[in-house]
Structure formats: structure tokens, C-alpha cells
């Protein structure tokens, strides 16, 4: 029996450079602190579920063997590109403020740098996830509205009970 749906072979949609091009202000921040597992975390945890399992794993497969439509790259240049860098910042904020050695979890921490305090840490992370969040409602709208261009997308959900349930799922957290 041959394996199906490994889309975590597949290369990740969109590479470090470029989601320090759209979503940093500092046009310099390090690439390789932005990891293709990192990049891929982000894709499953937040638009697999809102493109829908069979639609998401058809992109794969047709960005990884290059048979994507115009109406594909599209979507892809301007929809879920930008929606991911945003999502992909938020997830790796931490790692680009703290770094794990020998030593334990230490702060990086340029000779002329201050940490932030949590508090504006915290800010700073729920303001990306807004933007996030905006690109994502957005991208949706778009895909929705063109439906008809991509026959592999039957509707995802940003629920977990159903489009019409009343509880979701907001930072790990359920809400009712």
C-alpha cells in the first residue's frame, strides 16, 4: 500500500525570504531563523483546515510538480503568500526573540537592543495574529467568490463543529 497525503514532503509554499519581505520591518532579519518546519507548522495549523484537506494537498501536489494554473498562481501570489507571512511571524516570534543552547532558553539580544516586556511582547504577537486573521477572511472571501476556478475546493471550515456551530478555536483556545 503506497502513501497518500504526505504533503510533508512537499515544500513549503512560500520560502523565509519571503515572508521577511512582506510581513518585516527590518528587511535583514537572519532567513535561516524562519525554518522550513517552521514554514509548513504554519500551512497545517492555519489555512489547511480553512482551504479544506483536499484543495490544500491539490496545491501541494501542484506547486511540488509545477502544474499549477494561472488562476492557481494567482491565488497563491496574492492570497495565501500574504496570509502565511503574517501567520508564519506570528509563529516565530519567540524563536526569533529567544534562542535555546546548552545553557537553557536564553534571550538574543544585540549589543544595543532592549527586550520588550511581555506585555508589549504580547501586543505585539495578538496584533500579527490580527493581521493574520484579516488576510485570512479575506483570502476566503476571494476563494469563494471564484469558486468556480478552483474545482478541487468544496469550502473549508474555521470551525470545529460545523460552519454554522457557534464554538471555535482562537490561539488554542475553544471558545463557545
Not at 50 to 57: E, R, V
Not at 79 to 108: C, H, Y
Not at 125 to 141: F, H, I
Request: hydrophobic share 40%.
Amino acid at each position: 500500500m503506497a502513501l497518500t497525503n504526505n504533503y510533508m514532503q512537499d515544500a513549503p509554499f512560500m520560502t523565509a525570504s519571503e515572508v521577511i519581505q512582506l510581513t518585516f520591518t527590518n528587511k535583514n532579519t537572519d532567513p535561516s531563523l524562519i525554518n522550513g518546519q517552521q514554514r509548513v507548522l504554519t500551512e497545517i495549523a492555519h489555512i489547511k483546515e480553512p482551504l479544506g484537506d483536499d484543495f490544500y494537498i491539490h496545491l501541494k501536489d501542484a506547486f511540488d510538480a509545477g502544474t499549477e494554473t494561472a488562476d492557481e498562481i494567482v491565488l497563491m501570489d496574492n492570497w495565501i503568500k500574504p496570509t502565511l507571512a503574517w501567520f508564519t511571524r506570528f509563529e516565530i516570534i519567540l524563536e526569533i526573540q529567544n534562542q535555546s543552547t546548552s545553557s537553557g532558553i536564553v534571550n538574543n539580544m544585540p549589543e544595543f537592543s532592549h527586550i520588550v516586556t511581555p506585555s508589549d511582547l504580547n501586543v505585539y504577537k495578538q496584533d500579527t495574529y490580527r493581521k493574520g486573521k484579516v488576510m485570512l477572511k479575506a483570502m476566503m472571501e476571494f476563494i469563494n467568490e471564484n469558486a468556480s476556478l478552483f474545482p478541487e475546493y468544496s469550502g473549508g471550515s474555521t470551525s470545529l463543529c460545523g460552519s454554522n456551530a457557534s464554538v471555535t478555536k482562537n490561539h488554542g483556545m475553544i471558545i463557545y
